[in-house]
């Protein structure tokens, strides 16, 4: 699993890479966090469930790392962790995000993101890895 950050000339690029399609979920999940909170490690004491469907793989992976920006905004939560079971067909994410409570002393050293791009957002599976590039609207 890998998580690198490409160049990009406005927002923020990252090709993340995966054994499994779950795994690459909770990589992206991981590339949001740490974009929007620095280090966003620690013990989780909260969990939120999650549960989505959507047509294809690209949308549901859009879908999902939009719904985790919102409730990291709305909930005022730093996701730490991610139990979840990611399935190709029908294309669905269901399980569980663990976090704990925003601290500005913190978290504040991160960059704020205002959405998820559906721009060139693929999934890719090539010698056995899932591989995307998602771009975050800075």
């Avoid at 905004?73 to 269901?94: H, I, K, Q, R, W």
Wanted: proline letters at 5%; a negative charge.
């Amino acid at each position: 699993m890998s998580i690198e950050e490409l160049e990009h000339t406005a927002d923020l690029l990252y090709r993340v890479r995966a054994a499994s399609l779950t795994d690459l979920f909770v990589e992206a999940a991981r590339a949001l966090m740490q974009t929007l909170y620095g280090d966003p490690s620690g013990p989780a004491t909260a969990s939120w469930p999650i549960e989505l469907k959507a047509a294809d793989r690209e949308s549901l992976l859009y879908n999902f790392l939009s719904e985790v920006l919102f409730l990291s905004e709305a909930e005022n939560l730093v996701f730490t962790g991610f139990d979840l079971t990611v399935t190709a067909s029908p294309p669905s994410v269901t399980g569980w995000l663990r976090g704990r409570p925003f601290d500005p002393a913190r978290d504040a050293g991160g960059t704020e993101v205002k959405g998820i791009s559906y721009s060139d957002l693929a999934i890719v599976e090539r010698d056995g890895e899932f591989c995307l590039e998602v771009l975050f609207d800075v």
